[in-house]
C-alpha cells in the first residue's frame, strides 16, 4: 500500500513546521491514520485524494487533541465513519490489514500500525526525526513504558517510520537506537544533577537543560518528571 501524506495544517512550536501528519490509504477499505485538527482545507484534501469513494476508518494513534480535534468534521463529511483507538484484531485498510501495535509510554492509550507487507508502521508520537519525543508525565505519560515500546518496535524491524509529525524515518533502527542512547545519557545528567546538590525539579532543569528557551521548561520538566518516576519505579533512590 501506498500511503498519501496530508498535512492537518496546523505548524506551530509543538507541531513542527508542516504540522501533524495524517496517512491516507486508499483502496477497498480507505483509511486516515490520525484526525487531524478540523480544518476544512484538510478535510477536503482528504475527500479530493478519495476522488469520490467514502472514507471507511480514522486510526487513532493517541487521544492527544493534535492528533483528534479533526474528528467532528471528519464525521460531518463521512457519517458512517469507523474510529479504530484501541488495540484489537488487524484491521483493514486501504487494500491491505494493519497490525495494532500497543505502544504506551508518550501517552497510555498510544497504539502504532504496522503494515507488514511492505515493513512500514505508522508510529504516532513514537518517535521523529529531527527532535525527541516529551514524556508528559503529569499527563500520563511513563518513561518505562516509552523505552519499552521504543525496543518493541525495534524488534518488529519496519523498514519506515511514517510519524506523526516530521518526515518519513528511513532508518528505524537507527533511530531508535539513538532515542534509546539519548534517554539513557539524559538519566546520567539528571543523577549527577542531584549528586551536584539539585532538591527540586526546577533545579534539576537549570542544571540539565542550561540553555532551554523559557517557553519549553514546562515540558523538559514534565520530562524530567518521567525520568524520576522511572528511577523510583526501579528502586533506585532519587
Known sequence: MTPILIPAGNPSEWTGPTGNNTWLLTGAAPALID???????????????????????????????????????????????????AAGPDVPAGDGMLEIIPTPGHAPDHLCFFDRSSGDLYCGDLARKGGTIVIPARKGGDLRAYLASLRLVRDLAP????????????????????YLAHRAQREQQILQAILDGA????????????????????????????HLAKLRDEGRNV
Open 159 to 178: 523498514a519506515r517510520l511514517l510519524p506523526g509529525h516530521g518526515p518519513i524515518v528511513n532508518d528505524p533502527i537507527a533511530l531508535i537506537d539513538e
Open 199 to 226: 532538591r527540586t525539579v526546577d533545579e534539576i532543569v537549570r542544571r540539565v537543560y542550561p540553555a532551554l528557551p523559557a517557553s519549553l521548561s514546562e515540558a523538559a520538566a514534565d520530562s524530567v518528571r518521567a
Open 35 to 85: 484526525a487531524g485538527v478540523g480544518h476544512q482545507a484538510h478535510v477536503d484534501r482528504v475527500a479530493e485524494a478519495l476522488d469520490g469513494a467514502p472514507l471507511a476508518r480514522v486510526l487513532i494513534t493517541h487521544w492527544h487533541p493534535d492528533h483528534v480535534r479533526g474528528l467532528p468534521a471528519l464525521r460531518d463529511r463521512w457519517p458512517r465513519l469507523v474510529v479504530v483507538e
